[in-house]
């Protein structure tokens, strides 16, 4: 029986996703040896030729290639296992029998029957999967136009699953987006442009270019000492600024 380890590359641009399934990894099969941990999708692109992995895992969205790109790359090469926080996003994929997927955040249990499926594709040639990743893009785009119920957010080094209803507001922040509920705060990756796309513009509001609010959540609006306009909330103490056209439009309302 061949001894050598089963070469591994991860690609995720979000560092406690990433790490977090390179821990479970580790536990689940210590067998294998991870060779390339990737933040973007060039970068995976590059490992795929110098480190020449078995298997790859691949988050869909992330900054340069994106998992698609990779995955036509690696296919006939590597064996594929795509990551999505969309379960629509890869059920084809996966039923097709020739990838397999994780819905994120990633639990522990299907991690293992993951890993079961590879060890028994391992066995064989990595598949050409061209055509399937070919139908796998198509759905990609109306599934993205697809109203948002839930979130991947982070905080700290955990990945939270965050439901839509409770999120108070979503404020930009250098590179990330704050997204706060009465109790919690967390990161998300995607800008607020993606977020506004895809959420109910008659429930959250877009009162600031880096903020949308849930406009129940809102109590009043209220005018400080320097003439700047601000929205009070109703459960959370934090001012959220209200830009003067926002402000215009809301006017009356």
């Not at 110098?50 to 988050?59: A, C, I, M, T, Y």
């Not at 990756?189 to 008659?202: A, Y």
């Not at 877009?206 to 009043?220: F, K, T």
Request: with cysteine.
């Amino acid at each position: 029986m061949n001894s050598t380890p089963v070469r591994i590359l991860v690609a995720e641009d979000e560092s406690g996703q990433r790490r977090q399934l390179i821990d479970q990894l580790a536990r689940l099969w210590p067998q294998a040896q991870l060779v390339a941990e990737c933040a973007d999708g060039n970068a995976a692109l590059a490992a795929l030729g110098s480190k020449r992995p078995d298997v790859l895992f691949l988050d869909i969205r992330m900054p340069g290639a994106d998992g698609i790109e990779v995955a036509r790359a690696a296919s006939g090469r590597a064996h594929v296992v795509l990551t999505t926080a969309y379960e629509q996003y890869a059920v084809t994929a996966f039923e097709a029998g020739a990838l397999d997927y994780l819905l994120k955040p990633v639990v522990p249990e299907r991690l293992a029957a993951t890993i079961e499926r590879l060890k028994q594709r391992l066995r064989s040639s990595p598949p050409d999967i061209g055509a399937l990743l070919s139908a796998l893009d198509e759905r990609l785009r109306p599934a993205a136009e697809q109203k948002l119920n839930w979130i991947t957010a982070t905080i700290g080094d955990a990945v939270k699953l965050l439901a839509i209803d409770d999120v108070l507001f979503f404020r930009a922040s250098d590179k990330y987006v704050r997204v706060v509920t009465a109790d919690d705060e967390a990161l998300v990756r995607m800008s607020l442009k993606q977020l506004e796309d895809r959420l109910d513009d008659s429930v959250f509001w877009r009162i600031h270019r880096a903020v949308l609010a849930r406009a129940s959540a809102i109590e009043q609006f209220e005018k400080d000492e320097l003439g700047h306009w601000h929205a009070r909330l109703k459960n959370h103490p934090e001012r959220l600024p209200v830009s003067e056209s926002a402000r215009s439009r809301l006017r009356g309302m």
